[in-house]
């Protein structure tokens, strides 16, 4: 029998061998053709059918090839772009043409037809291209602008990129018009350049030419929801000129609303009068409409034309689309007929577009007549004109009616707030800020001479450095009476204090306690109030910010033509007798007072923007690296200040406060029982105590560091010795 392999292989084959390596024999030694090409054909066989489908699927792809693709240069993954968009991104590209249309072809005003489904085809790539600014996070330095009409768009366009050249917001601006015009055509006829670091979006939809207002109003309510969903702003910029359309106005305000993000509506002026909001931080344009401002005015008798004037340039003020104040006005109790007359038809707040109607909101009190006003009488019922409903969104504003205010004035106020109060990054700055004032001081509280602001140079300004050389806005502990405006929180931390301080004063007048009275720092010719108010700011070493402008106008001037004393100060044949008020009031006069009648310089009013007149083209340095004066006009650090606010406490809580020994209690927000001793044992508050000895002792200490630092020249300072807490007994 043969072998196994014998019966299948045939001569010449080797096992392993693949049969189309050989040549079969045909036994008379010559190769069969048709074998040959047989074992060829079993060799292509098994790749025809691959190479078939490659040459379809080339068929396919350049029958198939798309003829409309920008060039290579502008097809770019648009998630790493970052300024102006290109045509199209790569994006499917929207349908061109007319949408379909039901009945016959629209003509003339009834081109805006289409209603149909909603398509954003631009939206998405840019959107997706903003990682890099945390829109995911809630709280975030998002800042959008967003327009419809072409006009406005022009008036937005130069504020955007001068808010994103300060580079303190990730600023956006998104596009939902009507008009075909191609996104980077509408940059380029408005000079926007490389330099403008602003996210561009597209937020049209398709067939927006057409576009019925419904579909197009429920296209910016979609779009703004898609925005929102990437980026949460924290505010949203619009124009209010009456350029923009009214589908956009009316989407924007009830989309925002739902969202519940702040809208701002600009003015036509805004690229002029309202760069200011260009330095603002995402955290200040967001707290743009909590601000509340109260305005206060007492009136004293016979002032009618300085009360009408102050009334006309409040009316006359710009409040830029914003919340204007409330105003409340305390009467005499005998009113001028003008007045009355004025203020039935005063209109109140400004009407600040031509179709409202005129109202008057203004509050009125009228003051009910008494024989005698005291101090304390004046004080409290001065304090007590305003309470804040809100205080940490809710300030007053004071003014004296002697004064006229500039049409920017609010401006001012509403820098100063949105930049010290409420950014992101200053929060912590005003800890001890008591308020703003509109004026430069014209003399120091005791009014002994002229006052000079502090120089500081604009390099030390930013670095904390102390080298002067040019005027900046400055910080004093001394409260102003003629035209600033006071925290809420600090005001209501005011009527406690007062409360506790009166309160105390009328128990030792029992015989409680020994009834104390303290020489007055304050000029005469000012209102009592600010007396209470400097002892709570020397016991917490509050401050007020004051101004510095670059021009030789002012937020404020004050008229001399007849200079109106307070209600409560005695007659100055009194005053220069040396006659001591009253022995039952908490302060008593100066004998050694000179009444001089204050001669301030009436400076022209400020018209033009306010970014012209701040130092550092409005850049608002931070509130530590501002000069600190004390009360008494002493340029002192801050460490010195926060020594003396607790020397003075402590020497207060013993001669005022009915506090035995030194007693360290806990502060609590608004309030200013922690400087006042009553009730003591059950107070949960009380840390530490010391001898009445050791107190003295530091307060003869602290009125030696006090009289080395003086400067006042027409009276003494106050001295809280052992002997004068002995001897300032009732009289």
Not at 256 to 281: Q, S, V
Request: glycine share 6%.
């Amino acid at each position: 029998m043969k072998p196994f392999a014998a019966g299948i292989f045939t001569r010449k084959q080797e096992l392993g061998k693949r049969n189309d390596d050989l040549r079969l024999d045909t036994g008379d030694g010559s190769v069969s053709g048709p074998t040959f090409w047989l074992g060829s054909t079993r060799f292509r066989r098994r790749r025809i059918f691959p190479a078939l489908i490659a040459v379809a699927l080339l068929y396919l792809f350049f029958r198939n090839i798309p003829t409309d693709l920008p060039p290579a240069s502008r097809r770019y993954d648009s998630r790493l772009a970052f300024g102006p968009p290109s045509k199209n991104r790569g994006q499917t590209l929207p349908p061109q043409g007319r949408p379909p249309y039901d009945n016959d072809e629209p003509t003339g005003s009834s081109l805006h037809y289409f209603s149909g489904p909603i398509k954003f085809y631009s939206l998405a790539a840019t959107l997706h291209g903003i990682a890099k600014t945390m829109g995911h996070r809630p709280i975030n330095k998002n800042v959008l602008f967003a327009a419809a009409s072409l006009k406005s768009a022009s008036l937005l366009i130069p504020v955007a990129c001068e808010m994103a050249r300060w580079r303190r917001n990730y600023v956006h601006f998104v596009f939902m018009g009507r008009d075909e015009i191609p996104l980077e055509d509408v940059m380029e006829l408005n000079g926007v350049g490389p330099e403008c670091d602003v996210f561009w979006h597209d937020g049209r939809p398709d067939f927006s030419p057409y576009s019925s207002d419904f579909r197009m109003e429920v296209s910016v309510s979609a779009g703004l929801n898609h925005v929102d969903a990437f980026m949460h702003p924290q505010v949203v910029i619009t124009d209010d000129s009456g350029e923009e359309e009214a589908y956009f106005t009316k989407a924007m305000r009830e989309t925002t609303g739902n969202l519940h993000k702040p809208i701002i509506e600009l003015p036509r002026d805004a690229a002029e009068n309202l760069m200011w909001l260009t330095r603002l931080d995402s955290g200040s344009l967001s707290a743009w409409h909590r601000i509340e401002v109260d305005v206060v005015v007492h009136a004293p008798p016979e002032s009618s034309g300085s009360l009408i004037r102050l009334l006309r340039s409040l009316q006359r003020a710009d409040y830029f689309n914003s919340r204007p104040p409330r105003l409340a006005i305390e009467l005499p109790s005998k009113v001028d007929h003008p007045v009355l007359d004025y203020l039935q038809h005063m209109v109140w707040p400004p009407s600040q577009s031509g179709n409202q109607a005129p109202v008057n909101q203004v509050t009125l009190r009228h003051r009910i007549p008494r024989h005698s006003v005291s101090i304390e009488e004046t004080s409290t019922h001065f304090i007590e004109s305003f309470y804040p409903v809100n205080p940490s969104d809710s300030h007053v504003l004071l003014l004296s009616p002697q004064i006229e205010i500039s049409p920017l004035y609010y401006h001012y106020i509403k820098y100063m707030l949105l930049e010290y109060k409420y950014s992101s990054s200053g929060f912590q700055d005003i800890t001890n800020l008591m308020g703003i004032s509109l004026q430069t001081p014209s003399s120091y509280l005791n009014n002994s001479k002229s006052f000079s602001p502090p120089l500081t140079k604009p390099s030390a300004i930013k670095s904390g450095n102390s080298v002067e050389s040019v005027g900046t806005p400055f910080l004093w502990q001394a409260p102003d009476g003629i035209a600033a405006l006071y925290f809420g929180e600090r005001w209501v931390e005011f009527h406690d204090f007062l409360s506790n301080r009166l309160e105390l004063y009328h128990a030792s007048a029992k015989g409680e306690q020994r009834a104390r009275t303290r020489t007055r720092l304050t000029s005469e010719n000012l209102p009592p109030w600010m007396e209470f108010c400097l002892e709570l700011m020397r016991a917490r070493g509050y401050s007020m910010l004051y101004p510095a402008l670059n021009s030789a106008d002012a937020l404020v001037t004050m008229h001399n033509e007849l200079f109106i004393r307070p209600v409560e100060l005695p007659a100055i044949q009194d005053l220069e007798q040396g006659r001591i008020i009253d022995a039952k009031e908490p302060f008593s006069a100066d004998p050694t007072f000179k009444t001089t009648f204050p001669k301030l310089s009436e400076k022209p009013l400020m018209t033009q923007p306010l970014l012209s007149i701040l130092p550092l083209e409005g850049d608002l340095p931070e509130i530590a690296n501002l000069p600190l004066l004390a009360y008494d006009g002493e340029r002192i650090a801050t460490s010195e200040a926060e020594t003396m606010s607790r020397s003075f406490a402590t020497a207060f809580g013993n001669e005022i406060g009915g506090c035995s020994g030194r007693i360290s209690r806990k502060s609590k927000p608004m309030s200013a029982t922690d400087l006042f001793c009553v009730d003591d044992k059950n107070d949960e508050d009380i840390e530490m105590t010391e001898t009445k000895t050791d107190v003295f002792e530091k307060a003869d200490a602290f009125d030696t560091m006090i009289s080395t630092t003086a400067t006042l020249t027409n009276a003494a300072l106050p001295a809280f010795t052992p002997d004068a807490l002995e001897t300032s007994k009732p009289r």
